[in-house]
């Protein structure tokens, strides 16, 4: 695949740094021997989330997201052709079972090019061999820009209490279109078409639970929970600006880990572009580690073609 990039902010270098800090846990960022099983079955069940939702668009009448996904390899690989943007273009769980060879790289990069995708991440976990696995990507021209996401997971115990006032209400089908609008306006993604498709396409469907606050009969917060293998998801977060600092999300975290608890789930996890506060830490979530993303297109590249906006 011809891709352009320089390589920036995070090197080969840096995440050997990272490695040596990560056997000691000294960092906060790495994961120790008994954890890592925790930490595969959470990076998989987060692949296993996206491909469900790229599935749940692509089952939409026309697609009109332009949807498409491959299994054929060791981990789906998914797009969303219309919109072009690593916030959904993302492979995740690479290296997290077995060591990647260098075809499993071309067959993700021959995946994008092939539909036509200049904007897609690649997730790096300490659970890889990472300096082995950096190499192989930054080979093919894709840089690293900047750390990824938090990954964060909590047992399901001890929920937070739901303010009184506060009523929490699973969403179903008729909510759908109520949905996609909060998200946009939450996330002011006003500039991409059909993104509303999106935040609607899971809601009703098997192992996923949309929930919502309404102020009268708007809806104004909403997050769901995807539960497979004991294991709960949290995600599609959404507060409406005006709404925000009212206890709205944590109301929403504290539905959702009753639900997970009533559905045999022991854990929930969740990915943060930041890391857990101390409020979060309070509430009991921990950090397990952290992920690098590298892709083809330099960040502000893409934010300046494609505007703001996140799933």
Known sequence: MAVSGKASGITPAQHRQDDAKDKHHTSGLGVTTDQRELAMRL???EAAVWAESVAAVSAVPGNP?????????????VALCAIDRRDFNRV??????????????????????T???????????????VSELTELVTERGIAGDEPGNFKLW??????RTIRPGIEVRRLDRADSDALAMLNIVAWGAWGTP???????????????????????????????????DRIGWFGFDATHPR?????????????????????????????????????????????????????????????????????
């Open 243 to 311: 709404y925000k600092r009212r206890g709205l999300r944590q109301a929403i975290s504290a539905a959702r880990m009753m639900d997970a608890a009533v559905l045999g789930c022991k854990i929930v996890h969740a990915e943060s572009a930041v890391a857990p506060s101390a409020r979060a830490r309070r509430d009991g979530w921990q950090l397990l580690y952290r992920k690098h993303n590298y892709a083809p297109v330099r960040i502000e590249d893409e934010v300046a073609t494609l505007g703001t906006g996140e799933g």
């Open 65 to 77: 997201l332009q949807a498409v996904s491959d299994h054929l390899g060791p981990l789906p690989l």
């Open 154 to 159: 909590r047992k399901v115990e001890r929920p």
């Open 92 to 113: 995740v769980a690479l290296g997290v079972r077995s060591q990647v060879r260098s075809q499993d790289v071309d067959a993700i990069c021959s995946f994008y090019e």
């Open 194 to 228: 059909g993104i509303g498709v999106w935040f609607g396409a899971t809601v009703g469907r098997a192992g996923v639970r949309h929930y919502g606050i309404f102020d009268a009969d708007r809806l104004v917060a909403s997050g769901a929970l995807f539960v497979d």
């Open 115 to 129: 539909h036509k995708q200049r904007n897609f991440r690649i997730e790096i976990t300490p659970l890889a061999r």
């Open 43 to 45: 990076e998989e069940h």
